[in-house]
């Protein structure tokens, strides 16, 4: 089975559309919760994903295969089996971390030779390891191996550095497909993105975005933002790149962002986000409201009997207060992070949700703004 997506309608360059993959069909624009080593940060079970209208699963590619291994995971029927989550899963390719490790790392022709924050020891990842990796888990969406150059690089280290990733892709695409073939594959209608690099340059990344949508992949990535440039920088990386990406074809933003972030992608044809802000931010009592957001450690809630926020459908928020998960939080308690980090991943989920309608009823522009200048307000 190949993907299919259906490009429902546009609201400017805003998109609304469907994906049907071989673990369901989804809707898009989309956030996807970040299950670094499948599982979600702060005591969040699959069974929570699916009660704050979570529509699709990320995991990691370098972590899930240093700690506990992708062929244990494999033995136990894939990701899915062993999270017990039956939605997509899109894995990355561990090439975020080569950028991550650069002080640890060799890149060569061949792959990437680099060591393991864990305990040292030496790896190696290319296009097909890589592939193999991520094969094991039995990801619904798989990425490609690419390496991401710093926004700032210079452009003599970004031009052959894009090269080589397109021959990497190329590389992917071969070994997917021959993984695809083989009778134990966990799942052979596993779906490979690539992904767009190019730093800051315009020209590099429309060049780079015209070869790879060559290769007719089931979606396509921009990778490499929101890693040391502005967010002005990046709107315009993304306002030339995304339309020289297949219009018929999901278009993701990697590693993205805040609710404003994500607001200004869709207006520029993006379709799937994902980011640890939420999960990370909850940890801390840092928590997002259609008004901005509210330290839950301010000494001002100790006595705020109100919900998070007024209206929201969360399992925070539908029972506690203010004052309660403040009290949770400064007295160390689990619970206190559990539901912070579920407030803030069902803001998330049920942002996309009424992005989605606004485009359905052609009012994109008009949400946009006023959630923004709402957000940009002071929280009470």
């Given at each position: 089975?190949?993907?299919?997506?259906?490009?429902?309608?546009?609201?400017?360059?805003?998109?609304?559309?469907?994906?049907?993959?071989?673990?369901?069909?989804?809707?898009?624009?989309?956030?996807?919760?970040?299950?670094?080593?499948?599982?979600?940060?702060?005591?969040?079970?699959?069974?929570?994903?699916?009660?704050?209208?979570?529509?699709?699963?990320?995991?990691?590619?370098?972590?899930?295969?240093?700690?506990?291994?992708?062929?244990?995971?494999?033995?136990?029927?894939?990701?899915?089996?062993?999270?017990?989550?039956?939605?997509?899963?899109?894995?990355?390719?561990?090439?975020?971390?080569?950028?991550?490790?650069?002080?640890?790392?060799?890149?060569?022709?061949?792959?990437?030779?680099?060591?393991?924050?864990?305990?040292?020891?030496?790896?190696?990842?290319?296009?097909?390891?890589?592939?193999?990796?991520?094969?094991?888990?039995?990801?619904?969406?798989?990425?490609?191996?690419?390496?991401?150059?710093?926004?700032?690089?210079?452009?003599?280290?970004?031009?052959?550095?894009?090269?080589?990733?397109?021959?990497?892709?190329?590389?992917?695409?071969?070994?997917?497909?021959?993984?695809?073939?083989?009778?134990?594959?966990?799942?052979?209608?596993?779906?490979?993105?690539?992904?767009?690099?190019g730093a800051v340059y315009n020209d590099i990344r429309i060049d780079n975005a015209k070869r790879i949508s060559e290769l007719d992949l089931p979606g396509y990535a921009i990778g490499g933002l929101a890693v040391g440039e502005t967010h002005e920088e990046m709107y315009d990386v993304i306002a030339h790149t995304a339309p020289f990406l297949p219009s018929d074809k999901p278009r993701y933003l990697m590693g993205v962002g805040t609710p404003a972030n994500i607001l200004e992608a869709v207006e520029r044809g993006i379709d799937m986000f994902d980011c640890v802000y939420p999960s990370r931010n909850g940890r801390h009592g840092h928590l997002y409201t259609h008004f901005g957001k509210i330290n839950i450690n301010n000494a001002k809630y100790a006595e705020d009997d109100r919900p998070i926020e007024e209206g929201c459908g969360c399992p925070a928020c539908r029972r506690y207060s203010r004052a309660y998960i403040r009290h949770l939080h400064k007295s160390g308690e689990m619970l206190g992070l559990r539901l912070c980090v579920l407030h803030n991943l069902y803001f998330y989920n049920h942002l996309m949700e009424e992005i989605r309608q606004s485009i359905d009823e052609d009012r994109f522009a008009s949400f946009k703004k006023e959630l923004l200048d709402n957000m940009n307000s002071s929280v009470e």
């Open positions: 089975m190949s993907s299919c997506f259906k490009l429902i309608k546009k609201d400017g360059e805003a998109r609304r559309g469907e994906l049907t993959t071989v673990h369901g069909t989804v809707q898009t624009p989309l956030f996807m919760n970040v299950g670094t080593v499948a599982a979600i940060k702060g005591g969040v079970s699959s069974e929570d994903l699916e009660n704050i209208g979570c529509q699709v699963e990320l995991s990691n590619t370098y972590h899930l295969h240093v700690r506990t291994g992708d062929e244990l995971i494999k033995r136990f029927g894939g990701l899915h089996k062993f999270m017990d989550w039956h939605k997509p899963i899109l894995t990355d390719s561990g090439g975020f971390q080569v950028f991550s490790l650069a002080s640890m790392r060799k890149i060569k022709e061949e792959g990437v030779t680099f060591r393991s924050h864990i305990d040292g020891h030496k790896i190696f990842m290319g296009p097909e390891e890589s592939m193999r990796i991520q094969s094991n888990l039995g990801s619904t969406i798989a990425m490609a191996f690419d390496e991401c150059p710093p926004a700032k690089a210079e452009r003599e280290y970004v031009l052959p550095s894009v090269q080589r990733t397109e021959r990497w892709l190329a590389r992917c695409k071969a070994e997917m497909d021959r993984l695809n073939s083989l009778e134990d594959t966990i799942n052979i209608d596993q779906l490979l993105f690539g992904i767009n690099q």
